[in-house]
């Protein structure tokens, strides 16, 4: 099972930005779609964005449509998650997962998240 360690977030005033990066260890994620997900307080896990094998393929949530970018550098086993634009609404912990490559739903392997915090 592959490790993944996501990082990157922090505290930034909405209108500003934040790059998160997922590194994976442990097996090559070049050949796994992968996705960002995130749980804000009292609320369900949701999400975010997905990237398939070659970077050729992505998805976005509604909420996050022009606003957010994700890549991936697969010789460096990272997938990036782009934040622009922030709101005070996209406040929560995002976590990295590998993802079905069709749904993009989690297969099971998670990073241990990291906390972006949106002030207004």
């Known amino acids: 099972q592959v490790q993944l360690v996501d990082s990157g977030g922090g505290l930034v005033q909405a209108g500003g930005s934040l790059r998160l990066s997922c590194v994976a260890s442990?097996?090559?994620?070049?050949?796994?779609?992968m996705g960002w997900f995130r749980q804000a307080p009292g609320k369900e896990r949701e999400f975010v964005a997905g990237?398939?094998?070659?970077?050729?393929?992505?998805r976005y949530a509604d909420s996050v449509k022009g606003r957010f970018t994700i890549s991936r550098d697969n010789a460096e086993n990272t997938v990036y998650l782009q934040m622009n634009s922030l709101k005070p609404e996209d406040t929560a912990v995002y976590y990295c997962?590998?993802?079905?490559?069709?749904?993009?739903?989690?297969?099971?392997?998670w990073g241990p998240g990291t906390q972006v915090t949106v002030s207004s």
């Open positions: 442990g097996r090559t994620i070049s050949t796994y779609a």
């Open positions: 990237i398939s094998w070659s970077g050729g393929s992505t």
């Open positions: 997962a590998d993802v079905h490559p069709i749904k993009f739903a989690p297969l099971g392997s």
